[in-house]
């Protein structure tokens, strides 16, 4: 069924409606003729004629053998999609009055999370009148993001949302996606404070809405 629709990507042969083309291949020199004759030429190579660009003026058409054509194509789109490194949002939950253990673990991970190409939504959540302490939430994520200068740098400073006062931080150094690839089939760590594996997040960020790895106060 894939095959099927990636042959109907494009017309070959007698399937092309254009009057004249643009010939190219290897061993070839470009030239525009009428497409019997291009067809004709490619079927006198034992290949096929292959509409390569159709929204030209005339389309342009590759001789080359039409199975071969549509494997090049499928390589490069996976040397494509090899080369794009995808990058998840990491979301570190702190409280107004954050004890220092509880500070130290959570800046191990976010030191973890950027250095593997992720960014860190870091936030202080305020319950009922706690949101009195919104200076000393800005003040600790300020220091957040200091600790972490050397591996992340802030993309949106401190900025209260509801109970919520958000910070991201965005990684200084992205890794190879082939590093990306073997973190991604890396089994989980496990949680310091809890010892249960951490969930892993694949989402691309997109926006302030995200989801992503969390570690609640």
Known sequence: ????????????????RAREVRVVGDGIESAVMP????????????????????????????????SKFLYQQKKKQKEIKARQVKISVKEIRFGPQTDEH??????????EFLEAGNKVKAYVFF??????????????????ANDLEEVGKVEQMP?????RMIMFLAPKKMPSAKKVAVADDAPAKKNMSTGKPEQKARKEYTGPKVEGESFDD
């Open 1 to 16: 069924m894939k095959n099927d629709k990636a042959k109907q990507q494009y017309r070959i042969n007698e399937q092309i």
């Open 35 to 66: 497409l019997q004759k291009a067809i004709s030429l490619a079927h006198s190579m034992d290949q096929d004629l292959v509409e390569i660009s159709p929204t030209a003026v005339p389309p342009v058409c590759r001789v080359i053998d039409y």
């Open 102 to 111: 509880d500070y130290d673990f959570k800046l191990k991970h976010a030191k």
């Open 127 to 144: 319950r009922g009148r706690s949101i009195v302490f919104k200076e000393q939430g800005e003040v600790l994520l300020l220091r957040f």
């Open 159 to 163: 900025s209260l949302l509801g109970k």
